[in-house]
């Protein structure tokens, strides 16, 4: 099977651009392919992604705008066809350099433990104001939630008897000067949150290998001022030298 990532994006290109620079500089991404699932909405969106050439490419460019929730569901259906583990990133979040080996430890370690795990997730607002220290930097632990930064997640979870790939979030209603939530659960991430992942963990590292800063013109719009508050975490991975990491170290569960 394939390695595979995938990304949604829509009308944010500095945004957009400064991701795709943080997933160039991740080590290994030369082996994995970059499933896109774009919104016919935005020239400058859609040549940044023709311009990529660290990885396989598969650009998809909806006809019409899909609207978020829809496009992303669009978008893992696709890579699930293709790989076993597959990593979603977002169009307005950072990754830390060693973002990818991070999932490829984790996609090993805990792919067998379905009944305790049901996804790993690089970024996350655990502890969003804690100052963390090098010494953290390996450090692996285990959170009962479910985070979208950066997250992945196995087939055999996505699979399951109503589980994502069947039951997910109403899309939006997409009109002309119009773009209207229509949501059953609060967002798809809430529903894997408080359903789909039922009482299993997901794993994050202690240090946050994620960054949102997508602070203005998103779905959920926030002032720039509570994204600072809420949203940003005190430090992250991109704050420390990750060349440091011989292994990880992981918290029993």
């Known amino acids: 099977m394939e390695r595979v990532i995938t990304i949604t994006a829509s009308h944010r290109p500095t945004y957009t651009a400064k991701v795709i620079e943080s997933l160039k500089n991740c080590s290994n991404i030369s082996n994995y392919k970059l499933i896109a699932f774009l919104e016919p909405i935005s020239e400058a969106v859609i040549n940044i992604f023709k311009n990529i050439n660290f990885c396989e490419l ?11 929730t ?6 893992l259906s696709k890579a ?3 790989a076993d583990y597959v990593i979603r990133i977002e169009d307005d979040t950072l990754l830390c350099d060693d973002f990818l080996k991070f999932h490829e ?3 090993e370690e805990f792919k067998d433990d379905k009944d305790k795990v049901f996804s790993v997730c ?9 100052m963390h220290t090098v010494e953290d930097l390996n450090k692996i632990t285990f959170r009962s939630g479910f985070s979208n930064q950066g997250w992945a997640t196995w087939s055999d979870r996505w699979f399951e008897d109503d ?14 000067g119009h773009y209207i939530i229509n949501y059953k659960y609060g967002g798809w991430d809430n529903l894997i949150q408080d359903t789909h992942r039922k009482d299993r963990n997901e794993v994050i590292p ?8 997508g602070s203005l013109d998103g779905v959920h719009y926030i002032s720039p001022e509570e994204h600072k508050e809420r949203i940003e975490v005190a430090s992250w991975a991109g704050d420390f030298n990750t060349t440091k990491i011989n292994e990880y170290s992981v918290n029993d569960i």
């Open 58 to 68: 598969d650009l998809n460019i909806n006809e019409k705008r899909l609207g978020h």
């Open 206 to 213: 202690t240090i946050s290998r994620v960054k949102n800063i």
């Open 105 to 107: 430890f984790c996609s």
């Open 80 to 82: 699930f066809e293709q």
């Open 163 to 176: 589980g994502c790939h069947e039951t997910w979030e109403n899309s939006e209603t997409v009109l002309p």
């Open 122 to 130: 690089a970024g996350h607002y655990h502890e969003p104001d804690k």
């Open 70 to 75: 829809l496009n992303a569901h669009r978008s």
